[in-house]
């Protein structure tokens, strides 16, 4: 396995993400070439080592491996589509956020223009990268993960899901949907507390504990899930979980209930269908059925 000394890198896009991961890779002594649509960019990457193209095929050639990090699917492809012979026999590993079936479509573009393409979704902010706690997400040509795989350990800890290019993007999204939901959910504690004075600090000092506790509910959770048997005994019942009175309480406070009413929306479509003394994750059926 090549060590990350071998292996030329060219970054596209030097963005909060592109820059926040080249400047990782001249920091750790990997020769890097850096190139982005805009000029300006680059100059304190140059400063610490990095090399400047003047195009992107210029740093397409520089280097063995290509990685993208720029702003969507369709950014990717402008610049890319017009390189395809210099990217043939190169490997891309494309590290900008598209959805699952988009990371396939650029998988079956590289395949047919011979590059051997690994997608990534990155569970970090830029000043995460490099440091513990930072997480990528790989799919696609597992031949390049594993040649690769202790220079992109250089960024976070990597995780490799299959030859499914999309499955990174799907452990992405999945990841982040249930993030945005916890979040609604702080927003709505804070928006229920505002009118009695209290500030969102205030209860992000008691939200944090609580919610870093309740995470520990997930697992009893999952296998709930995967046993398929929502009756099993000692789970919360859908009728008990009922949040009519939450719902009242927030409207008294002159605030929308919408984050929870979403949740009593999920509840009442199986209580209605007669699943009421059944468990509270049963509440997963209305998301996967939405008519059921
Ligand atoms: P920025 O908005 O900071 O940078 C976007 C980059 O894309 C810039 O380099 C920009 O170039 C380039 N770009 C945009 N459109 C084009 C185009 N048509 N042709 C060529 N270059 C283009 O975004 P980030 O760096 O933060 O994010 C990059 C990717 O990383 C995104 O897909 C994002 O979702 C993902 N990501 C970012 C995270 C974050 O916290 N920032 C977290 C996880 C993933 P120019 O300078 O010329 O505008």
Redesign the pocket.
Known sequence: MPQIHDTDVSI????????ALAETLVKAGVRTTVW???AG?AEALVARGATEAAS?AEAVRASRLVIA????H??VH??LAPLVDDLAGRALVN????KPEQARQSAAWAAQAQIAYLDG??????SMIGQPGASILYSGSEEVFREHAPLLDQWATSTYFGEDAGLASLYDFALLSSMYVMFAGFMQGAAMLAPAGVSAGRFAELATPWLTAMSGQLEGYAKVIDGGDYTVLGQQSLTFSNLGLFIEAITDQGVSPEPVAMVQRLIQQQVDAGRGTEGFARIIESIKHPRV
Not at 95 to 98: C, F, I
């Open positions: 596209l896009g030097l963005g909060a993400m592109g820059s982005n649509r805009s960019k992107a990090c720029l702003y969507d369709d950014s402008e610049v590290l900008t956020t598209t979704g990155i569970m970090a902010v830029p």
